[in-house]
C-alpha cells in the first residue's frame, strides 16, 4: 500500500537514570526494550481525526538496550500479540513484525509503527494493533516494558485535559460534537495542565474564549471561514453546522429561549442525541 504519512511526535520518554544504571551494569546479557517510564505509558492512542484528510500516520516507538553499544548492527525481533490485536496487517497498519536493525554504536533506535486512515469502520470503531519485543541472538528480553499497544481511530477520543479541574467546569461534559467544534474554533488541539504549566494558563483560557465566541454566534463565525456552512433548516429554530468539504458530518443546532438572558444556540451531541450544550 502507498500512501502518504503525515509524522507523529517522536515518543521519547526516557526512563530514570537510576534504573538506567541497573539495566546497563547489572545485566548478564544485553537486553532491549521500550523506553517508556512505565507500563502505562506503552499504550497509545492515536486518532486521525486531529488531521483530517492525510492517508495515515507514523507511530514512533522508541527502543533503548541495556547494555554497551557494538561496533556492529545488531538486530531485535518484533511479533504481533494477536490476542490483543483487532486491526489487520496491510489494511489498517504497515508490517511490524519481524527482524529490526540496532545501528552499530547506538544504544537507541526508532521502531516505526505505519497506520492507515482508509477504512470507514475506522470513523466509528476503534482498532488495536499490539506486539512485543522477542529475544534474538543479540538481545535478550528480560526486562519490563516489552510490549506496545496502539489504539487508533478516526474518531476523536476524551482527551486528559478535559477532566482537569480548572478546565472540566469550562468545558462541561464531554461529547465528540463538542471537542470537534472546540478543534476547529479555539486555535488548539489541547489545554495546559495549570498544575505544572501554570505559565500557559492565560493562554489556555483565550484558547476556551475562542470556542465561547464560535458556540455564542455560530453566524458570526462562518462568515469569516468560508470553508463552513451553517444553514437554516426550519426557519428561527434549526440549523444545521457542516464543513463543506464534508457535507456529510452535520452537526444540529437548535435556537433556544434562555428567559432574561435571551437566546442561545444550542448545539446537539454526538448522533444528534436529544442531549443538547450551549455556552
Not at 10 to 22: G, K, P
Not at 169 to 176: A, L, V
Not at 182 to 205: C, M, V
Given at each position: 500500500?502507498?500512501?502518504n504519512?503525515?509524522?507523529l ?6 526512563v530514570a537514570?537510576?534504573s538506567?544504571q541497573?539495566?546497563r551494569y ?6 532491549i526494550y521500550?523506553d ?10 492515536c ?7 492525510v ?19 545488531r ?9 490483543l490485536?483487532?486491526?489487520?496487517e ?5 508490517p ?7 545501528p552499530?554504536?547506538?544504544?537507541a533506535?526508532?521502531?516505526?509503527v ?5 477504512d470507514?469502520l475506522l ?24 510490549s506496545?499497544m496502539?489504539?487508533?481511530?478516526n474518531?476523536?477520543e476524551k ?11 469550562e ?14 474554533s479555539s486555535?488548539t ?6 498544575a505544572?504549566?501554570?505559565e ?12 465561547k465566541?464560535?458556540i455564542?454566534d ?5 462568515a ?12 428561527g ?8 468539504a464534508?457535507?456529510a458530518?452535520k452537526?444540529?443546532?437548535?435556537i433556544m429561549?434562555?428567559g ?8 446537539f451531541?454526538d448522533?444528534?442525541?436529544?442531549t443538547?450544550?450551549?455556552?
Amino acid at each position: 500500500m502507498k500512501t502518504n504519512f503525515s509524522l507523529l511526535v517522536v515518543l521519547s520518554l526516557l526512563v530514570a537514570c537510576a534504573s538506567e544504571q541497573q539495566y546497563r551494569y547489572n545485566a548478564v546479557t544485553d537486553n532491549i526494550y521500550f523506553d517508556f517510564t512505565d507500563t502505562s505509558d506503552s499504550r497509545l492512542t492515536c486518532s486521525f481525526a486531529y488531521t483530517p484528510g492525510v492517508a495515515g500516520l507514523t507511530v514512533a516507538v522508541p527502543v533503548k538496550i541495556s547494555g554497551p553499544r557494538a561496533p556492529r548492527a545488531r538486530y531485535f525481533r518484533v511479533e504481533p500479540v494477536a490476542a490483543l490485536t483487532t486491526a489487520r496487517e496491510g489494511e489498517h497498519y504497515g508490517p511490524v513484525a519481524g527482524l529490526h536493525e540496532m545501528p552499530a554504536d547506538s544504544g537507541a533506535c526508532i521502531l516505526p509503527v505505519e497506520l492507515y486512515n482508509s477504512d470507514p469502520l475506522l470513523a466509528d470503531t476503534t482498532l488495536v494493533v499490539a506486539f512485543r519485543l522477542v529475544p534474538t541472538g543479540d538481545f535478550t528480553t528480560d526486562f519490563p516494558l516489552t510490549s506496545v499497544m496502539i489504539s487508533f481511530s478516526n474518531r476523536l477520543e476524551k482527551p486528559a485535559w478535559w477532566d482537569f479541574s480548572s478546565w472540566s467546569g469550562e468545558m462541561g461534559s464531554y461529547s465528540r460534537n463538542k471537542h470537534y467544534l472546540f478543534l476547529i474554533s479555539s486555535g488548539t488541539i489541547d489545554l495546559s495542565d495549570p498544575a505544572t504549566e501554570g505559565e500557559k494558563t492565560i493562554q489556555s483560557l483565550n484558547y476556551i474564549k475562542n470556542f465561547k465566541a464560535f458556540i455564542f454566534d455560530p453566524v458570526s463565525w462562518v462568515a469569516r471561514h468560508e470553508e463552513y456552512a451553517f444553514v437554516e433548516t426550519v426557519p428561527g429554530l434549526m440549523y444545521e453546522f457542516y464543513e463543506k468539504a464534508n457535507p456529510a458530518k452535520k452537526i444540529q443546532c437548535m435556537i433556544m429561549n434562555m428567559g432574561s438572558m435571551g437566546t442561545r444556540y444550542a448545539f446537539f451531541d454526538d448522533n444528534n442525541a436529544p442531549t443538547i450544550f450551549y455556552i
